[in-house]
């Protein structure tokens, strides 16, 4: 069961989505509930069906004191690295609040400071507690969202329903049509091929 994390003041939770995918951004959300939010469908993204997800998300918007979404797109993975584009995406999304915490919850085991604002990181903090959970599912579904449009000018890679992970079936479209501008050049794509033509 979600908690909530015991502090007196403004408090932000933080995630990202799309780490392991081979195409299409890293993408955070940030975010700052009321004290008293509940939502008895409020889990960690990954055990929620998109259904609810889809769901919460203006629950989550609309209940929230502020929140704020970031993408980091491929060009600048492949420049700094994927750990480096998830924690600035987490940056990028917090300096959408209109107001600023005073302590940040961050899902993981990673992070930067951020503006000399306590933080801490917890390791499968979606399933632990509500604000990062928040996090999750805005995160999961604004990228979900990003990958269907991009979609529509890449059928046949099916981000729609693959959102860009290394599916089987991403994979073989891959090897049968290359890879596009979305697509994240620094990983390795195909586990038999060193290089590919870029699209």
């Known amino acids: 069961?979600?908690?909530?994390?015991?502090?007196?003041?403004?408090?932000?939770?933080?995630?990202?989505?799309?780490?392991?995918?081979?195409?299409?951004?890293?993408?955070?959300?940030?975010?700052?509930?009321?004290?008293?939010?509940?939502?008895?469908?409020?889990?960690?993204?990954?055990?929620?069906?998109?259904?609810?997800?889809?769901?919460?998300?203006?629950?989550?918007?609309?209940?929230?004191?502020?929140?704020?979404?970031?993408?980091?797109?491929?060009?600048?993975?492949?420049?700094?690295?994927?750990?480096?584009?998830?924690?600035?995406?987490?940056?990028?999304?917090?300096?959408?609040?209109?107001?600023?915490?005073e302590f940040i919850l961050v899902d993981g085991n990673r992070f930067k400071p951020y503006n000399g604002i306590a933080h801490s990181c917890i390791v499968k903090g979606d399933s632990k507690f509500i604000s990062i959970a928040a996090a999750s599912i805005l995160a999961k579904t604004h990228r979900d969202a990003y990958m269907a449009k991009i979609h529509e000018e890449f059928p046949m890679y099916n981000w729609i329903r693959n959102k860009g992970y290394p599916t089987k079936e991403h994979r073989e479209a891959i090897r049968k049509h290359g890879l596009t501008k979305y697509h994240r050049k620094s990983f390795k794509q195909l586990p038999e091929q060193l290089t590919l033509e870029f699209g």
């Open 1 to 101: 069961m979600l908690k909530k994390y015991r502090f007196p003041n403004t408090l932000a939770g933080t995630d990202e989505a799309g780490r392991g995918c081979l195409a299409g951004p890293v993408t955070a959300a940030s975010i700052i509930l009321p004290k008293d939010f509940e939502h008895e469908s409020l889990n960690d993204s990954k055990q929620l069906s998109e259904k609810i997800r889809d769901h919460l998300r203006p629950i989550l918007e609309e209940g929230a004191i502020s929140y704020g979404i970031a993408h980091v797109h491929e060009e600048e993975i492949d420049s700094i690295n994927i750990l480096n584009a998830s924690i600035l995406a987490m940056h990028r999304s917090l300096q959408q609040l209109t107001k600023e915490p």
